[in-house]
């Protein structure tokens, strides 16, 4: 799943994360080939990052 993180509100079904929420905490700071930890509703799941776009605004 590819997500994207924003000052926008999530909309999960668009892959927008806003910055504030778990799973964009997890995400922020990682870098390619990391695993993290996702909290998805009771459960922690993990994740490999596979690739890091970033865009300047």
Not at 20 to 36: H, Q, S, T, Y
């Amino acid at each position: 799943m590819r997500l994207t993180i924003s000052k926008s509100k999530s909309d999960l079904g668009s892959g927008l994360v806003h910055f504030d929420a778990p799973i964009a905490k997890a995400l922020l700071g990682a870098e390619e080939g990391d695993e993290v930890e996702v909290l998805t509703g009771p459960y922690v799941r993990p994740a490999v990052v596979e690739s890091i776009t970033k865009n300047g605004t």
